[in-house]
């Protein structure tokens, strides 16, 4: 009989941080948001359980210890995906204990450098991975324009990997399957990117409502309200979400230095240390452009988000930085 805790990423990790606690309770993993309570699944079976004061803000995919319907406590998590909610100073969480974040894009629309770009810093803030996914390969008919995404992502987004997919045919599914056996990954982007469908390919059947994309500029409707995780076929965990219109930083200049991260390794020849990478004698980085080994763009980008990053410790309200920031879930 299948374990129901090893099913959704229970790990022997988890256990030591079980045993060090002295109250009682035992171990579920939240696979839904509902907001005022939440779905657990515990040995014990799945059970919904409601969210109570004193105890830190959860988001799906936090390992909880529960007694009965209550939250006990919060265990240590060893991963937090958050942004800046759009229009506010608030902290929005998406998903804890990931190691994988999906940054899906869809081939019916233009894939939007910048907000690739943040999608890596995201995730590099949360201490986890990022993959690009690009849905959708069979509305693109022109191989030439196919062609040039795929090399403008290449230079765009080096060191960043890259699968075509199609929920349709199924293009790039068992490969995305094989990657995402045995972890825990989320999908991030924007409404009518394909998200929905592409669990369901997944999944091998349909778990996630699907909604119509409108024609005129390929946007979509929240058809995914809720954040939930998926059990995968061939292992692993799958955690579906709404769509972002608006990807706002959380994490620090760091986490933007990881997702550049050729241009950080290249900032450190230049010759003064606090060189602002604007044309100073002795930038590596303005010899780099000049010499075509770098887009201007790119640097732009990396410049503003760095900025964006720097930005954040005064207006971030306390206790919201790193993983086990305090911050209110939002579905």
């Known amino acids: ?28 993993r939240v696979v839904r948001h509902d907001g005022v309570a939440v779905q657990v699944r515990a040995a014990s079976g799945e059970r919904t359980v409601k969210l109570r ?7 799906v995919g936090d390992w909880l210890v529960v007694d009965g319907e209550q ?9 937090l995906l958050r942004r800046r909610a759009a229009g506010s100073e608030d902290h929005q969480l998406l998903a804890a204990n990931v190691d994988l974040v999906l940054l899906v894009c869809g081939l019916d629309r233009p894939v939007v450098t910048g907000r690739v770009q943040r999608g890596e810093a995201l995730a590099r803030d949360a201490g986890a991975d990022a993959l690009l996914v690009l849905t959708k390969r069979d509305l693109v008919r022109d191989e030439e324009e196919m062609r040039q995404t795929l090399q403008e992502i290449a230079e765009n987004h080096p060191g960043l ?29 924007e409404s009518g990117a394909g998200k929905s469908r592409l669990v369901n ?15 005129s500029d390929a946007k979509g409707r929240h058809t995914t309200t809720n954040r939930q995780l998926h059990l995968l076929p061939d292992g692993g ?15 620090d200049e760091e986490s933007v230095a990881a997702a550049f991260a050729d241009i950080d390794e290249l900032a450190e020849e230049c010759h003064f240390t606090d060189c602002g990478h604007a044309g100073e004698p002795g930038c590596a980085i303005a010899l780099a452009i000049e010499a075509g080994e770098l ?12 900025q964006e990053a720097m930005d954040l410790p005064a207006r971030a309200p306390k206790g919201t930085k790193g993983a086990r920031a305090k911050a209110r879930d939002v579905t």
Do not use: K, N, Q
Request: charged content about 20%; glycine content about 12%.
């Open 237 to 251: 965990v799958i955690i579906d979400s709404p769509g972002i219109r608006e990807v706002g930083l959380a994490g």
């Open 71 to 79: 939250v006990v406590e919060l265990l240590p998590r060893s991963s």
């Open 161 to 189: 990997d890259c699968v075509v997919s199609s929920s349709v045919t199924g293009l790039g599914v068992a490969e995305l399957r094989s990657r995402l056996r045995g972890s825990t990954s989320v999908l991030l982007g």
């Open 295 to 306: 887009s201007r763009a790119r640097v732009d980008a990396f410049l503003a988000l760095r």
């Open 1 to 28: 009989m299948t374990d129901p805790l090893a099913a959704v990423g229970w790990s022997h990790h988890w256990a030591s941080l079980l045993a060090a606690r002295a109250d009682g309770g035992e171990p579920g």
């Open 53 to 59: 004061r004193g105890v830190e803000a959860v988001t």
């Open 201 to 215: 390919a997944l999944l091998g059947h349909a778990a996630a409502v699907v909604g119509a994309v409108r024609s």
